[in-house]
């Protein structure tokens, strides 16, 4: 499976990115799609995830925030971000999670870079 990622930038604090994710590949064998993200000097950490039968998880400091959706037909997960803050500054990396018969599968995209500054 192959991710990529687009749609980071530059931002003011209280505006919005939608973040998009296209897969390609082995698409049959994915089970849930996400994004995470690492700022500068931290650790990767989950945004939000969404599995095959549409059920989203978020990260406490974004829920009400963004919203992560999929469209099964296209292989792509999308991220609409709200109301950004300057502490989602960060690059976030698309991610898939991948199953078939008894092999699992962890994939990565080459991250966006998303800056939310005045």
């Known amino acids: 499976v192959q991710l990529q990622a687009s749609g980071g930038g530059l931002v003011q604090p209280g505006g919005s990115l939608r973040l998009s994710c296209a897969a390609s590949g082995s698409t049959f064998s994915i089970k849930t799609m996400g994004w995470y993200r690492q700022a500068p000097g931290k650790q990767r950490e989950l945004v939000a995830t969404?599995?095959?039968?549409?059920?989203?998880n978020y990260a406490d400091s974004v829920k009400g925030r963004f919203t992560i959706s999929r469209d099964n037909a296209k292989n792509t997960v999308y991220l609409q971000m709200n109301s950004l803050k300057p502490e989602d500054t960060a690059v976030y990396y698309c991610n898939a999670i991948t199953l078939y018969i008894d092999h699992a599968g962890d994939y990565w995209g080459q991250g966006t870079q998303v800056t939310v500054s005045s």
């Open positions: 969404v599995n095959n039968g549409g059920t989203t």
